[in-house]
């Protein structure tokens, strides 16, 4: 037997340390979040994607009675992303979370079905994607969604 140690590095700042385009996406993609149809969770989730080409697609959470019909903010922004733009890669991915009248304080990470789809958008393109995360306790940053997902399933996966 051996073990395997996976590590990943997420870099915590306060909003005020982001460069001034990633906080730009921050905000953005909290203004989203007031666009989420959550009828039922109230958890409203706002993404911003920033693309190659300068453009930036925004998305929010979709939810519905029969809840494997919804979709998350991540989706709805990298489908629109790669319908529109199917050329341009995605350089970063801003996400931010409201509940109960405010921002979330603490990290809500996207979930295992998100993550796949971030790390397919990275392999469609061979970029990887910045990710940002906020909430009221400051902004986590992974430089690539392959960071997020370890021991992933990818279209080599396919091949073998």
């Given at each position: 037997?051996?073990?395997?140690?996976?590590?990943?590095?997420?870099?915590?700042?306060?909003?005020?340390?982001?460069?001034?385009?990633?906080?730009?996406?921050?905000?953005?993609?909290?203004?989203?979040?007031?666009?989420?149809?959550?009828?039922?969770?109230?958890?409203?989730?706002?993404?911003?994607?920033?693309?190659?080409?300068?453009?930036?697609?925004?998305?929010a959470n979709q939810e519905n009675a029969a809840y494997p019909s919804g979709m998350c903010a991540e989706r709805v922004t990298l489908f629109a992303?790669?319908?529109?733009?199917?050329?341009?890669?995605?350089?970063?991915?801003?996400?931010?979370?409201?509940?109960?009248?405010?921002?979330?304080?603490?990290?809500?990470?996207?979930?295992?079905?998100?993550?796949?789809?971030?790390?397919?958008?990275?392999?469609?393109?061979?970029?990887?994607?910045?990710?940002?995360?906020?909430?009221?306790?400051?902004?986590?940053?992974?430089?690539?969604?392959?960071?997020?997902?370890?021991?992933?399933?990818?279209?080599?996966?396919?091949?073998?």
């Open positions: 037997m051996r073990e395997l140690q996976i590590q990943t590095s997420v870099k915590v700042y306060s909003y005020d340390e982001l460069e001034p385009e990633m906080a730009s996406l921050v905000d953005t993609a909290k203004k989203m979040t007031q666009n989420a149809y959550c009828p039922y969770s109230g958890f409203r989730v706002g993404a911003a994607a920033l693309l190659a080409n300068g453009q930036v697609v925004t998305g992303a790669n319908a529109n733009y199917p050329d341009t890669p995605v350089l970063a991915l801003a996400l931010a979370c409201y509940t109960k009248g405010h921002f979330t304080h603490d990290v809500s990470s996207p979930c295992g079905a998100c993550r796949q789809v971030m790390l397919e958008t990275e392999h469609r393109f061979g970029k990887p994607m910045k990710v940002i995360l906020y909430c009221e306790e400051g902004c986590y940053v992974v430089d690539s969604a392959a960071d997020l997902l370890p021991l992933s399933f990818v279209a080599e996966n396919l091949e073998q």
